[in-house]
Every structure is written in structure tokens, then in C-alpha cells.
């Protein structure tokens, strides 16, 4: 028998943290389902700078860690480790479908952000685990005393890359183009930094090694020349994906797969909202994707009071 709630919400970052919080002061039952440890993609971010509140910046494990608390203080009901494997929609209720149980519910916010894109060159697979990672401050101090590279020119790719400077004797950053898309503080932060160097207009080819990652090899994006890069450890940060295959036909998405929402973020599937990284967006980060769990849970709330 499925276990009833008023509201499901598919993913524990900020966003559906969030919404979960509102949902609850709203007086609405709502369970979280999370297929991993709750905090999302901010629980890989050493250091959170750009956030309200914190003048100091935090570690986005503590900050993540403060919304789960206070999403548990006002009575969440949370599901770690629950991978949802399907969500059907049947009259105007839906049947979200996590593990062996099944969640039925009036509405859904959908918040499972977005994952990392593989380049899928000869070797990324392989070594997997032995030398290759995709979040530095997950695994950085297993690469203590190493050369290490860095593949990627935004955001994420920099400000890993100087957090691996911390524990690693050198640091590469690898882009294909001739400059990076990162902010400029970041850009110059890393310029600073005796232990990191640039690799400009260089594309990985392939990870060569034997029991672990042993070096890259490099294609000059204007020469086409090849070259081997000795490195213990490759970080990859070259974008991300959103994780929305399991909505089916119930949204519509753009090119690269964000769901498209109206103003209200709701979808064309009435009473499934999509909050976060997940939908059509120009900006992601922490604060649109807390502000996103906020919108969606109001509008949930009116479209389960209003249906009654």
C-alpha cells in the first residue's frame, strides 16, 4: 500500500530542503526523498562566499547541515538513500515510486538539481576511483604531496583547483579554450597561487596509467600537437546535466534538458513544480535555488488548498 502525504518533494539540496521547510510551516504533510546523503551538490564546495548571511563565507557541508536541522525541527519527514525510480500521475494524484516504497501524494516538487558531465575519453572510466574524482573536496587528501590536474575553466573548476592547492604540491588547470569562464576573483586568486598553473587551449585526449592514474595526454587546440601530462590524480569539472529523465512525458524540456516551468515554476503536469538546478534557469546557485524551493512550495500549497 502506498504511504500518503499531501506533498513529495525528489531531492534533499537546497532546494528541496527549502521547500520542505515551507511546506511544513504551511501546515502541509510532506516527506523529502533524498537517493544520497542529504546537502546536494553544495556539500562538495569547501568554501561558500556568496551567501547572505555570512560575511566570513562557511563550508557548504555546514551549511547544507544547518538546512537539514532545521528542515528536521519543523517536522520533515526525511528518506536518505531512497533512489525514486519513477513518478505517474494518476487522476490528480501522483504515486512517487523510491526503494521498496511508494509515496502518494496531491503534488511534487521535483529538485534533484544536476550531475557531472563525463568527457568519456579512453581511461576516464578505468580509473575511476584510482586517480580520478569529481569532487575535490570529497577526495583531495587522498592526493596529498601529488601533482594533480584540474579539467575545466568555470566556477566549480577554480575554486576546487585552489582548495587542492592546499593539500597537493601542484596543481594544473586544464581548459580547451584560451581563457576561462570562472568569475574574475577566482581567476586571480588562482594566478597568485605558486602552486597552481594554467594549461590553456590543451584538450584531454586520454588517462594513461597502470594500477592508477600515471598522466594525461593533451591535444593543443590550435597546434593539434599531443603531449603527456604527469599527474597522480585528475579532477574533472567541465559542466553538468540535469537529472529529470525519470519525469517521462509529465514535463517539457529544452535542448539540453532542463525542464521548462512557467513564472510560478510549475510545469505543464499540474501540481508537479520543478525547483533548483533541474529547470530552465540563467543562474544556479545556492540562494536561486533556495528562493526556487520557496516559490515551489507556496504554489504547492494554494494548488492542494485550492483543490479541495
Do not use: W
Not at 512557467?262 to 545556492?286: C, H, P, W, Y
Not at 535555488?289 to 483543490?307: F, P, R, S
Amino acid at each position: 500500500m502506498d504511504e500518503s502525504f499531501e506533498a513529495v518533494v525528489v531531492g534533499g539540496g537546497p532546494a528541496g530542503l527549502t521547500a520542505g521547510i515551507y511546506l511544513m510551516r504551511a501546515g502541509i504533510k510532506a516527506v523529502l526523498l533524498e537517493k544520497q546523503l542529504l546537502g546536494g551538490a553544495p556539500m562538495n564546495t569547501e568554501h561558500v562566499e556568496n551567501y547572505p548571511g555570512f560575511p566570513d563565507g562557511i563550508s557548504g557541508r555546514d551549511l547544507m547541515g544547518r538546512m537539514a536541522d532545521q528542515a528536521r525541527n519543523v517536522g520533515l519527514q526525511i528518506v536518505e538513500f531512497s533512489q525514486v525510480e519513477g513518478i505517474e500521475l494518476r487522476d490528480r494524484s501522483f504515486v512517487t515510486r523510491g526503494g521498496d516504497e511508494s509515496y502518494a501524494s496531491e503534488g511534487v516538487i521535483f529538485a534533484t538539481g544536476t550531475e557531472s558531465i563525463k568527457l568519456n575519453i579512453p581511461g576516464e572510466d578505468t580509473f575511476l576511483g584510482r586517480g580520478i574524482s569529481y569532487c575535490a573536496t570529497c577526495d583531495g587528501m587522498f592526493f596529498r604531496g601529488l601533482e594533480v590536474a584540474v579539467v575545466g575553466g568555470g566556477d566549480a573548476a577554480l575554486s576546487e583547483a585552489l582548495s587542492l592547492a592546499n593539500i597537493v604540491d601542484k596543481v594544473y588547470i586544464i581548459h580547451r579554450r584560451g581563457q576561462f569562464r570562472a568569475q574574475q576573483i577566482l581567476q586571480d586568486r588562482a594566478r597568485k597561487n605558486a602552486r597552481v598553473e594554467f594549461l590553456l587551449n590543451k584538450a584531454p585526449v586520454r588517462v594513461n596509467g597502470g594500477d592508477q592514474v600515471e598522466s594525461i595526454t593533451l591535444r593543443d587546440t590550435i597546434t593539434a600537437i599531443e603531449s603527456d601530462l604527469k599527474v597522480g590524480g585528475i579532477f574533472f569539472y567541465v559542466g553538468s546535466r540535469p537529472d529529470t529523465a525519470l519525469l517521462g512525458n509529465l514535463v517539457d524540456r529544452e535542448g539540453a534538458g532542463f525542464v521548462v516551468t512557467d513564472e510560478d515554476l510549475a510545469t505543464k503536469t499540474s501540481g508537479l513544480f520543478v525547483a533548483g538546478d533541474a529547470r530552465k534557469k540563467s543562474l544556479r546557485q545556492i540562494s536561486t535555488a533556495v528562493g526556487d524551493g520557496a516559490l515551489a512550495a507556496v504554489n504547492l500549497e494554494k494548488y492542494i488548498l485550492e483543490g479541495r
